[in-house]
């Protein structure tokens, strides 16, 4: 809470040793089966460091990118949410443009490196249902 109250993202080695913690409790929990389930994953890997790190764990098949060039827009819906979910965080609007600056500079590089074939792009001003309508369209076609 204290990176995310400061408009941080958490260090790469704690958030790759939290996934792997939660991971493997899913497994031994009977919950993920890594050999028939896939996994649609939102914030991890971040980065090119985490990609690269977790490049032996997992088997990238799609990679979504959901886009809203409009950044006006993108700042207003994350004060909504904000406001919605009580996410103090989210509300103050140095904090939003300091992370859609690190997406800028850190996340969307990731682009590259899993490539084009790989890699959906979605409009995310779509309706939720939309988007992921359109994401499960795509995850039902990934093998």
């Known amino acids: 809470m204290e990176y995310s ?13 939290l996934w792997q913690n939660h991971l ?17 994953l939102d914030g991890i890997p971040r980065n090119l460091e ?3 790190i977790l490049e032996s764990d997992l088997l990238v098949k799609k990679i979504f990118h959901l886009s809203c ?12 949410r904000a406001l919605k979910d009580n996410r103090l965080d ?3 609007e140095e904090i939003i443009r300091a992370r859609l600056k690190k997406y800028q500079d850190e996340s ?35 093998d």
Request: charged content about 30%.
């Open 108 to 142: 969307k590089p990731m682009l590259d490196y899993y490539g084009a074939e790989k890699t959906v792009d979605l409009d995310a001003t779509q309706f939720p249902y939309e988007v992921l309508r359109r994401i499960l369209e795509h995850v039902n076609t990934a």
């Open 50 to 52: 985490q990609a690269q």
């Open 5 to 17: 109250s400061r408009g941080e993202l958490v260090p790469n080695d704690l958030t790759i040793q």
């Open 90 to 92: 989210d509300a103050n």
């Open 69 to 80: 060039p409009n950044r006006e827009m993108l700042v207003e819906r994350m004060r909504r």
């Open 24 to 40: 493997q409790n899913m497994v031994t929990l009977g919950r993920f089966k890594p050999e028939v389930d896939h996994l649609v």
